[in-house]
């Protein structure tokens, strides 16, 4: 191949500029955020606006299961908030430990396998289910996250919120995109 | 030779022009490239996530974690997903090229339709048959040779699809008659993926244009429209046949001179609601053909143009807690209309396939641990017209269909799924379709799925009833062919950043329906003895959390035909590699793909060689307000290779594919 001077300077530009953007970081622009690092502050925001009935541990704990990226960002969070002077601990549970002990449990896509048995297990329990499958809330996960526009919404399946006896406040329902009852 | 290079670079002509544009926008990007690497891109005013309300959490907008996508189809096999982002990055025209980035499969091109291959079939000019295709969850395939169209001649624009699923293996349980080797899954996107207008023009290569205008939106009571129309033309390419260079003043020096031109125009629209859908689709391609098939005049105007239209409604109703019903209906309407000179004689050839269906489908959760799903389906093939010079026929047929599948959730980490389906056939009758398939998790993210299955095919109103007169016979007494798999699956999966599986599997064929070969004193469909195929698939993605994805996979296929040889077109090693990565931020994303096939054998008996072909795509993302810039160059070392033709083809017995080809697209929003 016998390349022109200026055929080869443009190859060696885009090459350049080719490495060095693979190189530079992802950069968020203004008032954008990674997915699961907003996942991970809608679901400390749910626990704020959650009645849970009486519980003695001084401790809020919030389950996930295969989601890493989820759990990881949580961990940041819990790092840095309290909530009421409460601890906020980040568990993973397989699926042979008892969800129930969980005040809150995120399944993600990951866990979709086993989504149904974790919900049969903490029927009726007062565990705050929490999940971006798509479909779920309808399915009986109390609050389900859906990405519209860039930006997540999120609907609740009030039904299942009141079989788990927990109250949710009315501001988290006026801001719910659907309510299933 | 001499005479070939000549022309190939008559036909480049065109491409060094796009070649110059092309250089053009590659000065362009890297000035943008040094001009806002350096600075404005550390502007890095982040909010504060912890400390935001709720509103302002609902007001941020989120940058999309790359993660490997789940399955929709409700299958044990390992299946293959191509979703829009990866269509988007690697600039993917059609759905034969989407399904030719998938593991173990590889498309065909014989300059009329691309034919799809994979597990145990091959043969190319069987229109591919044997494969279901599904827009929406409706059955896309035409009634009169059950072909599924995956080129320019397909129903759908990339741009529309949301996904696209390929379930390898017999999926007849789910779906009936046809969905015999694999089932393609298209689920198209919502209007509110678009949320306003959008316009999109593309030049390519081979004097190639399209454009097309879509409309989505939401309203507020829930409701989503999507409205789509696109057009295409392109001139295509002159081609040297040294087969037809043989002296014969008629045959033009064996060029084919301007017969490879194609136009489509396509029409898409969707109404849904919360637990409805209306779709309706119209597309119709007229391609010319270079290739003079069954003995036609050479260099002469050889066409086909095919039109498909579609209404589909779904409805869907919960009758109790426990029990919800899925109401389907569709028409669809098939012309095919073709015409071909012989010895200077028009031979015009068309063909009718209309047909509507109806189908009850119940999913009761009675049950803890037991998802039961149960339904009736009818079917009225009630025209599947073919009419020759020779001879007209007309025979439509109706189907009625059965079906129930339970999944056992056994332990918390087995599963069991068994279903069953019987359709009847008014013209071919009985065949039943049984499929056993045991999903184990030993560990957490390990799985082991193993399933038996087994499917079955009609013979088509083309098998049966086409023929010229004197040398394509009809075969009224053509039975159903049937297919039984065994498949082992290992999956090993890391959150949804990574995954690695490996499928091992085994296929027969019993009386399957093919040609007798076009060397012989006459053509006559038969079913003939049973095939067998067995192979290993490895495959390996992983998704970085700066979105950058890589796919590779590896599939080992031995495809034996009925006399116990190594099958027609069927390649022993296929590989594709699939690399995407964002470049600053997420201004741009490049997309590279090669995909390796081995060498195959033809009709002739002799073998051609292997091939390699890489591809690239330069994507722009929100770099410009409303403007998105997206190229692609197709075979990228312009490496000359040649896919096996079709039996009919003869003389020929391979088909040169295209040379480095360019496709840019402009993409503008209005908002």
């Known amino acids: ?181 | 030779m001499n005479k070939n290079r000549i022309l190939i670079r008559l036909s480049r002509k065109y491409n060094t022009t796009v070649l110059r544009l092309y250089s053009c926008i590659g000065s362009i990007f890297c000035l943008f490239f040094f001009l806002i690497g350096s600075n404005t891109l550390a502007d890095d005013k982040k909010h504060d996530l912890a400390g935001a309300s709720l509103e302002e959490l609902l007001n941020f907008e989120l940058i999309t974690a790359s993660k490997i996508a789940r399955q929709v189809s409700d299958a044990p096999s390992a299946v293959s997903i191509v979703t829009a982002d990866d269509i988007k990055a690697y600039g993917y025209r059609t759905l034969g090229e989407i399904l030719n980035s998938m593991r173990g499969l590889n498309i065909t091109y014989d300059r009329a339709y691309d034919f799809l291959g994979g597990r145990g079939f091959s043969s190319p000019g069987e229109y591919s048959g044997r494969i279901m295709l599904l827009i929406d969850g409706m059955q896309a395939n035409d009634n009169v040779y059950n072909q599924a169209y995956f080129d320019h001649s397909g129903l759908i624009d990339t741009e529309l699809i949301e996904r696209v699923e390929y379930v390898p293996g017999p999926g007849s349980v789910a779906y009936g008659n046809n969905a015999f080797f694999g089932i393609v899954n298209i689920i198209t996107k919502k209007g509110t993926d678009f949320n306003g207008a959008q316009a999109a023009v593309s030049v390519g290569s081979f004097l190639t244009g399209k454009a097309r205008l879509t409309y989505g939106k939401q309203f507020s009571n829930d409701v989503d429209l999507l409205l789509s129309a696109s057009g295409l033309a392109s001139r295509g390419q002159n081609f040297y046949f040294p087969e037809f260079d043989n002296g014969d003043p008629l045959n033009n020096n064996g060029i084919a001179h301007r017969q490879d031109g194609q136009n489509n125009q396509r029409f898409f629209a969707k109404l849904q609601g919360r637990n409805w859908l209306f779709e309706a689709g119209h597309s119709r391609r007229h391609k010319d053909i270079p290739t003079a098939p069954y003995g036609a005049d050479f260099n002469t105007h050889y066409f086909y143009t095919d039109t498909n239209k579609f209404v589909a409604g779904q409805y869907h109703i919960d009758l109790s807690n426990n029990l919800k019903l899925s109401l389907l209906t569709d028409f669809s309407d098939f012309r095919y209309h073709g015409n071909s000179l012989f010895s200077g004689e028009y031979w015009p050839d068309e063909s009718i396939g209309r047909r509507w269906g109806t189908e009850a489908k119940f999913s009761g959760s009675w049950f803890d641990f037991h998802k039961i799903i149960f339904g009736v389906a009818f079917r009225d093939d009630f025209q599947r017209k073919i009419i020759t010079p020779a001879a007209s026929s007309d025979h439509g047929r109706q189907t009625i269909s059965v079906y129930a599948q339970n999944e056992f959730t056994l332990r918390n980490n087995l599963w069991l799924n068994l279903g069953v389906r019987n359709d009847y056939f008014t013209d071919d009758g009985n065949a039943i379709s049984p499929r056993f398939a045991l999903i184990y998790e030993p560990l957490p993210e390990h799985f082991v799925r193993l399933s038996y299955s087994r499917a079955h095919r009609t013979p088509t109103a083309f098998e049966k009833f086409y023929t010229d007169g004197e040398f394509l016979l009809p075969n009224p007494n053509l039975k159903i062919e049937h297919v039984h798999a065994a498949e082992l699956v290992l999956e090993r999966r890391w959150g949804n950043q990574s995954r690695v599986l490996a499928s091992f599997y085994h296929q027969t064929t019993v009386k399957p329906i093919q040609t007798t070969p076009y060397s012989s004193d006459f053509v006559q469909y038969l079913n003939t003895n049973g095939a067998r195929a067995r192979g290993i698939e490895i495959e390996a993605e992983h998704h970085w959390r700066n979105n950058m994805r890589v796919r590779a996979s590896y599939a080992f296929q031995d495809s034996e035909d009925g006399a116990g040889n190594w099958a027609i077109n069927s390649p022993r090693h296929l590989g594709k590699f699939n690399f995407t990565a964002p470049i600053y931020g997420d201004l741009f994303r490049t997309g590279v793909e090669l995909q390796v096939v081995s060498r195959r054998k033809t009709h002739l008996g002799n073998t051609t060689g292997g091939f390699a072909i890489a591809n690239a795509t330069l994507n722009t993302n929100r770099l410009i307000p409303n403007l998105d810039i997206s190229f692609t160059i197709r075979n990228l070392f312009n490496t000359n290779y040649v896919h096996v033709a079709p039996d009919y083809n003869m003389p020929l017995s391979t088909i040169a594919q295209d040379s480095r080809n360019y496709w840019l697209q402009l993409t503008y929003e209005f908002k």
Not at chain 1, 61 to 80: G, H, I, P
């Open chain 1, 1 to 181: 191949m016998n390349l022109s001077d200026g055929k080869f300077i443009y190859r060696l530009l885009l090459f350049l500029s080719l490495f060095l953007g693979w190189t530079t970081d992802s950069v968020g622009q203004q008032n954008s955020f990674p997915e699961y690092a907003m996942k991970a502050a809608f679901v400390y925001n749910f626990t704020l606006f959650t009645q849970w009935p009486e519980y003695s541990e001084n401790t809020l704990t919030v389950c996930t299961m295969y989601s890493d990226r989820l759990r990881e960002e949580l961990e940041q969070f819990a790092s840095k908030l309290t909530q009421d002077n409460k601890k906020i601990v980040i568990q993973k549970i397989t699926r042979n430990q008892n969800a129930a002990q969980c005040q809150v449990v995120f399944l993600s896509e990951e866990d979709m396998t086993h989504a149904p048995t974790i919900l049969a297990l903490i029927q009726n329990s007062p565990v705050l289910t929490v999940t971006d499958i798509p479909g779920w809330a309808e399915k009986g996960v109390i609050i389900g996250m859906n990405i519209q526009n860039q930006r997540i919404v999120f609907e609740i399946n009030l039904k299942s919120a009141q079989q788990a006896g927990l109250q949710l406040s009315s501001k988290l329902l006026n801001l719910a995109r659907k309510i299933y009852k």
